[in-house]
């Protein structure tokens, strides 16, 4: 039986346990994550891989119609809510159900089982892949997900899309982060040990309680001090060694 893999996102840890609990009691469904951080969620949505979507609709950071908008038709959502009156909007963004709180199971599974049957129809209807012998291509396996190659931050009006690839460095100011690029310094509410988790650690390292850097961006390093785009930024004591030592892997 093919699994539909599926992420709830509410801002109630409760909210969670009861969807966590139901999920594990329909075999057709696998959680991947639970999250009180849309933000999060929107990311892994939009990296891909994600059959369903659990979503409640008055959050903090980003309310479940904001979601199902920048989202804009990836994966099926169940909306579960304590608010009637957004079904109508909900609705027009073509979710496949909208729960009431307190969900009853009975109901959750009816609305599970009718993602899952369009899912087994879609595949039934979809023509058998043509066999295609291809050449043995030397270098690792390719990764079952898409790379993400961007992160959305929340500022003070609005959703920000940032490409991976723009950013030089970011700096934390207590509460605070500022992501700087070359065109443009972005502030969020934010705090670098979240960011640091989901920064690649491929491509960005952490070299001070107040820095991450990209290291394709590295200028210069001396003794205790790295340039990036002008700005001169310190290595911490914490960090200094394995910062160094991933230089050493990178040095000719």
Do not use: W
């Amino acid at each position: 039986m093919t699994k539909l893999r599926c992420i709830a996102v509410d801002d109630e840890p409760l909210a969670l346990d009861i969807i966590e609990d139901y999920v594990s009691k329909v075999p057709f469904l696998e959680l991947v994550k639970r999250t009180e951080n849309a933000i999060e969620a929107l990311q892994l949505v939009q990296a891909g891989g994600i059959d369903l979507v659990f979503l409640d609709i008055q959050m903090p950071e980003l309310t479940g119609i904001q979601f199902l908008k920048i989202a804009n038709g990836k994966s099926n959502y169940i909306l579960t809510t304590a608010y009637s009156q957004y079904a109508l909007e909900s609705y027009d963004l073509n979710v496949s159900d909208y729960l009431l709180k307190p969900i009853a199971f009975d109901r959750f599974y009816k609305a599970v089982e009718k993602v899952h049957n369009q899912q087994q129809k879609a595949m039934d209807q979809s023509p058998p892949p043509v066999p295609v012998v291809a050449a043995p291509v030397a270098g690792p396996a390719p990764s079952a997900h898409p790379v993400q190659d961007f992160i959305f931050v929340k500022t003070e009006h609005k959703i920000q899309k940032i490409q991976l690839d723009d950013i030089l460095y970011i700096e934390g100011l207590k509460d605070y982060i500022s992501i700087y690029t070359k065109a443009e310094r972005v502030i969020t509410l934010q705090n670098m040990k979240k960011m640091e988790e989901t920064l690649p650690s491929s491509q960005f390292i952490r070299v001070h309680k107040s820095y991450i850097i990209s290291l394709d961006k590295i200028e210069s390093i001396e003794r205790s001090r790295i340039t990036i785009f002008g700005k001169v930024i310190p290595i911490g004591d914490t960090y200094r060694d394995e910062f160094f030592k991933r230089i050493d892997n990178k040095n000719i």
